[in-house]
């Protein structure tokens, strides 16, 4: 039988052929998820002329050339963070996900297989695999004790398979994706919906994970299940997760949902800098894979581009040596150097605009990523574009609209003031409105606790969260902020803590030499209203810039209100009598307070009160202006803590007790330093002679700051309008005050 077909069939059926073979080209043309065809080519091509990243490839390869030899573990899990089978199985994701990338760059088939090997022994074991033996999460994994850390493994295999996907066979492929990567994919988003389907850090790692593995399989279900959340799916709202957080937020979920909700305009991630880090990677990770493959989501315009705002943001919030301020839950010394960070600034410099400025910070980290955003970096450094990173003085507001208050950052020379008046910042928030930290040159100088956890040590709780971070870290007496009745900010309840936010009341730092920001709380104790105002002040009359800190109480009623200070250091002088104790005891029963030993205890007789003390060599004074009869108190963190779970750090405290509307008035100063090795000190003693109060009123606090050089300056807030076009006219002690805008300082 003859079948005859016209021209315009033969056209027809030649072009359906032309696009379907060019669509299944398309859909198996890898690596195509962070690493690109082109990108390897371009990479291959400049090996060996490009510094920064010849020096991260040999790192690399020296690292993944002795896992090879070592040969491959994948064991049977039982063990929480930092037991021996959670790091060996975290060990193996990275080292997969590096020796992919090194397969692709050096076209050496022993990587390729060291992956394939390994992945088929996981094929192996996951098959066999119950949930984790240990029960504490609320979400348990199979290869971990949580689904976080198995979303962790997914986002780095999907990674590697990625880089092999064309060198393993046909069924090779389906092996895995039918026997481990979709069951994977599943447990963590369908089968744990209290791990995926919530706007959470835990979430973000999920989304990034079902969706990566996704782009690679070109499974759209996949896709769309992280972009979206689970369809269908709702979760009951009294959820708590591990840390006692509530598991969703109005129910929303997937990765959009957790781009849109916890990220402010201006890119500051409510949980607070710790938790933005973490995320960042899986946020960044998943975008450029998308931005890849699914280049018509338009990932980096999203919400005006917050997720590459969120990166300025993130470094702005570290202190002088790229430390993370810990506010809420968050662990010291955690800092730009992490990993995670070096895919940010990377990804950030690639898609960004390419600021010279991310250059210094690459080139500080040492290090680039091994695709297309890290050889932008690395031939950008070569080519002399790299500028400094100028941290400067910043407001980030918080809150999906921008509204939920915010972190003000002031910055004069070396000090650095964080003023935290912040939503509450989901389940890793804490109960501190209107806190504060202060930092020299990176040191520490008035702390934020920070968490109450040794990340990834076992012996202390597995590496968890610890109780004490419930009853101490984030309870208000264990922050640099006000305290009445000895009770926390919303009784330290979630829920109500939740619906309310500082309110902010003043920013403004269009003059160098005084900058401040100001903010007020009513909902932290009904019935009270908190006013704080924090200056950052650089004056001649001073050896550094100089914190004059306001803090203005109104209530309806009587309380006692602590103010404490935690410091660092050695007390060596101050202006009033204290009496020591010989027998320790709590300063409380509970709210954070049975964790301080009271060790010494004073009483004003008015006036101002000095402390005086040396930290990291260098001297410090805390100035107070004091009413007859306040208490003034020396504690010590580590009260009722019989696992030394605590650090043992000292603490100042000024109560005011039978008060209804209070003020408290203090100034930090730096102002000299201790040389031991020629035994001498300089500038040891205060600059300041005296701080009056010259007025407090509804309207307007006037401040008066003299030197003992008898200079002396005023401060004047106007405490209900801040706009700055506003005219104001004060008399004081037969003195006429003018201005225009919301404070006065001559």
């Known amino acids: 039988m003859n079948i005859k077909f016209s021209n315009k069939s033969i056209q027809t059926v030649f072009l359906f052929c032309l696009c379907f073979f060019s669509l299944m080209s398309s859909a198996q043309d890898h690596p195509k998820l962070i690493l690109t065809k082109e990108g390897v080519k371009n990479i291959r091509l400049q090996l060996g002329n490009i510094p920064l990243f010849d020096a991260s490839l040999k790192e690399v390869k020296n690292e993944i050339d002795a896992e090879i030899a070592s040969g491959i573990e994948v064991p049977i899990p039982k063990d929480y963070s930092g037991g021996y089978t959670h790091e060996r199985h975290k060990r193996n994701f990275v080292v997969m996900q590096k020796a992919g990338v090194l397969y692709q760059i050096l076209d050496d088939e022993k990587y390729a297989n060291y992956v394939k090997d390994m992945l088929l022994q996981y094929e192996v074991l996951y098959k066999t695999l119950p949930l984790h033996p240990k029960t504490r999460s609320y979400a348990r994994g199979k290869l971990f004790w949580q689904c976080l850390n198995d979303a962790n493994w997914l986002v780095y295999v999907s990674q590697a398979y990625d880089c ?104 500051y991630y409510n949980e607070g800098p710790y938790y933005q880090r973490y995320a960042m990677y899986p946020f960044l990770i998943l975008a450029e894979g998308l931005h890849n493959i699914k280049p018509e989501l338009k990932i980096f315009e999203y919400k005006d581009g917050v997720l ?62 091994l695709d297309d955003s890290g050889l932008a970096v690395a031939l950008a450094i070569k080519n002399g574009k790299k500028k400094p990173f100028e941290k400067k003085s910043i407001n980030l507001s918080d809150g999906s609209d921008g509204k939920q208050g915010g972190v003000g950052i002031l910055r004069s020379e070396d000090v650095e003031l964080v003023f935290k008046y912040a939503s509450q910042g989901s389940s890793h928030g804490h109960y501190d409105k209107l806190s504060y930290s202060l930092y020299e040159n990176g040191e520490e100088v008035a702390q934020d606790y920070g968490l109450a956890r040794y990340v990834n040590i076992e012996q202390k709780g597995g590496g968890n969260y610890l109780k004490e971070n419930k009853t101490w870290a984030k309870q208000t007496i264990a922050h640099n902020t006000i305290v009445q009745d000895q009770k926390s900010h919303f009784n330290g309840t979630y829920d109500i803590g939740s619906k309310y936010f500082p309110e902010k009341y ?32 650089k004056d001649s009359s001073f050896v550094k810039p100089v914190v004059v800190d306001i803090v203005r109480v109104t209530s309806d009623n009587t309380h006692e209100y602590d103010l404490p200070f935690y410091y660092f250091g050695q007390i060596m002088k101050t202006n009033f009598e204290y009496e020591g104790l010989n027998v320790l005891k709590t300063l409380g029963e509970n709210n954070g307070y049975q964790h301080l030993f009271l060790e010494a205890k004073g009483v004003s007789s008015g ?140």
Do not use: C
Request: avoid cysteine; charge should be negative.
């Open 607 to 746: 006036g101002n009160v000095k402390m005086n003390w040396l930290s990291n060599n260098k001297f410090y004074t805390y100035t107070s202006v004091t009413s007859e009869g306040d208490d003034l108190l020396f504690a010590r963190i580590g009260a009722n803590d019989p696992e030394f779970n605590l650090r043992k750090d000292p603490g100042f405290i000024i109560r005011k007790k039978n008060t209804k509307n209070a003020i408290f008035v203090s100034i930090v100063e730096s102002h000299g330093a201790y040389s031991p090795i020629t035994e001498s000190a300089v500038n040891a003693y205060s600059q300041i002679k005296n701080i009056d109060v010259l007025i407090d009123t509804v309207e307007y606090t006037a401040v008066k700051i003299t030197t003992i050089n008898n200079n002396s300056k005023v401060f004047i807030l106007s405490n209900t309008n801040a706009l700055q076009e506003a005219k104001h006219k004060l008399t004081i002690n037969n003195k006429n005050y003018e201005w225009s805008g919301s404070y006065y300082f001559k």
């Open 308 to 369: 590459l705002k969120s990166i300025n943001a993130l470094l702005n919030l570290s202190d002088a040596d790229g430390e993370f301020f810990p506010l809420n839950d968050g662990q010291k010394g955690m800092s730009y150097y992490n990993s995670a960070l070096v895919t940010a600034v990377d990804i950030s410099y690639y898609f960004g605009g390419q600021n010279p400025g991310l250059l210094s910070i690459a080139e500080e980290q040492g290090k680039v990523l």
């Open 506 to 537: 003043l920013f403004d730092i269009s003059n160098k030499e005084i900058q401040i920001v100001s903010a007020k709380e009513v909902n932290a104790y009904p019935g009270t209203e908190l006013h704080r105002t924090m200056a950052l002040i």
């Open 164 to 267: 092999i996907y064309d060198f393993l066979s046909k069924k090779e492929r389906k092996k895995l994706e039918n026997n481990l990567f979709k069951p994977f994919a599943d447990h963590i988003s369908v089968d744990s919906p209290q791990f995926y389907q919530r706007v959470h850090n835990h979430s973000t790692w999920g989304n990034a994970a079902v969706g990566m593995i996704g782009l690679v399989m070109d499974d759209q279900e996949l896709i769309d299940r992280a972009l979206y959340g689970i369809k269908g799916v709702s979760l009951d709202k009294t959820a708590k997760d591990d840390d006692g957080g509530f598991l969703n937020k109005e129910g929303k979920a997937g990765f959009l949902a957790n781009i849109e909700e916890p990220f402010s305009p201006d890119g």
